[in-house]
């Protein structure tokens, strides 16, 4: 098996994320509830510790989901895969091209997952108008709502068309 630069180990992985998730629970269990300090740590502590054993229990299921689509590549052609399933010009290997196409089309099942492309658009449409208001009225969750709003727009409008897109592009040759 292949490890790459960006692949940390598994027990790192999930410390991350972990820490990360639980820090952004404690900070919008502070901004929202307007919690004490030190309430939003302990939210935080337990936000971390819930998000990295998720992690860890889920780790090693995507790690072999991604190598079965790379199908065995190396760590440069795998990353040419992955850089090509979403933009870029079409590669002439084979082997690179075919692993393109399923990483991009294992994208675009996992991008319906929503309700669909009018839902979420009209929901992101909502949460940037959220934004625009919580941003008048001087609160911090105005970069809650933009954010959120930002990527529901982006995965219900440009994300499934690009997909199609590249997926069309890789088939063809």
């Given at each position: ?39 939003s740590g302990i939210v935080a ?66 991008s319906r997952w929503q309700p ?49 897109r590249r997926i069309e592009l890789?088939?063809?040759?």
């Amino acid at each position: 098996m292949h490890r790459y630069l960006a692949d940390p180990p598994r027990w790192l992985f999930a410390i991350w994320y972990g820490v990360v998730g639980g820090v952004a629970v404690g900070l919008w269990g502070k901004v929202v509830t307007e919690a004490s300090w030190a309430r939003s740590g302990i939210v935080a502590i337990i936000g971390t510790i819930v998000a990295t054993g998720t992690v860890w229990w889920l780790e090693p299921g995507w790690r072999r989901q991604r190598d079965e689509l790379e199908g065995g590549l190396s760590a440069d052609k795998a990353a040419l895969a992955r850089r090509t399933a979403v933009r870029g010009p079409v590669p002439d290997d084979p082997e690179v091209r075919a692993a393109a196409l399923r990483i991009a089309s294992k994208s675009l099942i996992r991008s319906r997952w929503q309700p669909g492309p009018r839902l979420t658009t009209a929901l992101g449409g909502m949460m940037a108008i959220g934004s625009v208001g919580a941003a008048l009225s001087g609160s911090l969750l105005a970069v809650l709502y933009a954010l959120t709003g930002a990527g529901m727009l982006y995965s219900g409008l440009y994300l499934p068309k690009q997909l199609h897109r590249r997926i069309e592009l890789l088939s063809q040759q």
